[in-house]
């Protein structure tokens, strides 16, 4: 993953140089258009973590079925699902954007494909790369989050934090309020109440520079159903449950509404789910408003 990012924030800084910015005409499996940098990225990943021997799956954001690659036997012991690029579409204008990613270990037996849809909580790791003023990587493991920073001049991710702890107290919301009207009576209700309430608003639209700073300075990030998109729009197994893991380890917590992120059973690798996450008590705050 860290050489796969590490050639992927090479595009994305060159991209206007080498005219790889815009879209490619064709529709991925989300039905979103894809653009250069979304192709560019996901054939990186896959070619990257593809020769790994310990590799059994690879699920992306751009292809509708996963790459079954090795069995149990043939020693693929890890599932990974990915975003290869986050906010593709903010590319264009150089704001922030990330790579987001999630493992999980394949059991001896049964289904590979069924084991590869389980939940969040199983997760062996997760976490994201932002490519933004500096290019960050953020893991988990299970035993705390910890914060690596692309050092320019040795070409390699070095570790600036350990056990990242999100803060409280930060009366900050991050969510696309242009959508306000086709939120739910809740989600409005509380819209109603941080304006009463002193807070701030903070919103990028790449999931992974919105998180980031929610994990770093506290408050909170939705993104609710609306109208058009039910069950959100934010994709479960390689948007959601990452996040979900990285911001639980860091003391926060990641819910879908009514529950954890991290509990849901997924149905299928590209399902949505509404999302609210960060601080506790900023989460907690708005879980106020919906029960
Ligand atoms: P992607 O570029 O991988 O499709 O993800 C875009 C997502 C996410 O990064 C962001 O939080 C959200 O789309 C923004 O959506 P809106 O423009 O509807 O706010
Ligand atoms: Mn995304
Ligand atoms: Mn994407």
Redesign the pocket.
């Known amino acids: 993953i860290s050489l796969a990012t590490k050639a992927i924030g090479n595009k994305i800084r060159c991209a206007r140089i080498e005219d790889v910015v815009g879209e490619v005409g064709s529709e991925n499996v989300?039905g979103?258009m894809q653009?250069r940098l979304?192709v560019i990225s996901n054939e990186l990943i896959l070619r990257c973590l593809g020769d790994r021997d310990n590799v059994g799956i690879l699920a992306s954001?751009e292809n509708e079925t996963p790459f079954l690659l090795r069995s149990r036997e043939e020693g693929g012991r890890y599932a990974v699902l990915f975003?290869p690029?986050?906010?593709?579409?903010?590319v264009d204008s150089s704001v922030g954007?990330?790579t987001?990613f999630s493992v999980l270990r394949l059991p001896d037996g049964g289904s590979r494909e069924v084991a590869m849809l389980s939940p969040g909580k199983d997760q062996v790791a997760a976490g994201y790369v932002l490519y933004g003023s500096s290019t960050v990587l953020v893991l988990t493991t299970g035993n705390g989050v910890d914060m690596f920073v692309l050092d320019q001049s040795i070409g390699s991710f070095v570790l600036v934090t350990k056990g990242i702890q999100i803060p409280s107290g930060n009366k900050t919301y991050s969510i696309?309020e242009?959508?306000t009207e086709k939120f739910s009576k809740e989600i409005q209700q509380y819209l109603e109440w941080v304006h009463e309430n002193d807070y701030s608003s903070r919103?990028?639209?790449?999931?992974?520079?919105?998180v980031h700073r929610v994990l770093l300075k506290g408050g909170v990030?939705l993104?609710p159903p609306t109208k058009e998109k039910p069950e959100g729009?934010?994709?479960l197994m390689y948007?959601a449950n990452p996040m979900a893991m990285v911001i639980e380890q860091a003391g926060g917590m990641a819910v879908d509404g009514s529950k954890r992120i991290l509990e849901i059973e997924p149905s299928g690798l590209h399902e949505r789910t509404s999302v609210i996450l960060g601080s506790s008590d900023q989460v907690g705050a708005v879980l106020q408003h919906c029960s």
């Not at 690029?85 to 903010?90: K, Y």
């Not at 919103?203 to 919105?210: E, L, Q, T």
């Open positions: 989300q979103e653009h979304d954001e975003d690029l986050d906010g593709s579409s903010n954007v990330g987001i696309n242009a959508y919103y990028i639209g790449s999931m992974v520079a919105d990030f993104y729009k934010l994709r948007e």
